[in-house]
Nanobody, 125 residues
Framework: QVQLVESGGGSVQAGGSLRLSCAAS????????MGWFRQPPGEKREGVAG????????YLVDSVKDRFTIFQDNAKNTVYLQMSSLKPEDTGMYYC??????????????????WGQGTQVTVSS
């Protein structure tokens, strides 16, 4: 079992920045992918970013490229999502996820098996 705890959400005006954190504990040795997903109000959950803890490669969906980055602090078993130039459409509940994949860590749902409880991000115009 992997436990994931997100933090760092909040309310910000459009154009602002937030950094989300995801602290992982438990059986993390069985995972090699860490990711972020979000669920806008009234919509389905969608992938945002992925990170391979093996290769350190990052994956970002098109809507957040050039604005978001994902990175890891190995010593703290923590993965971060740095969000800049935020837009109202970035509003939603953001979830951290962990999984194992032999084909990269793009944030497809099927690659991620463990989930955090989420942290809310609200971007106002």
């Amino acid at each position: 079992q992997v436990q994931l705890v997100e933090s760092g959400g909040g309310s910000v005006q459009a154009g602002g920045s937030l950094r989300l954190s995801c602290a992982a504990s438990g059986s993390i040795s069985g995972t090699n992918c860490m990711g972020w997903f979000r669920q806008p109000p009234g919509e389905k959950r969608e992938g945002v970013a992925g990170f391979s803890t093996d290769t350190k490669r990052t994956y970002l969906v098109d809507s957040v490229k050039d604005r978001f980055t994902i990175f890891q602090d190995n010593a703290k078993n923590t993965v971060y999502l740095q969000m800049s130039s935020l837009k109202p459409e970035d509003t939603g509940m953001y979830y951290c996820a962990a999984g194992h994949s032999t084909a990269g860590c793009y944030p497809y749902f099927f690659r991620y098996q463990s989930w955090g409880q989420g942290t809310q991000v609200t971007v106002s115009s």
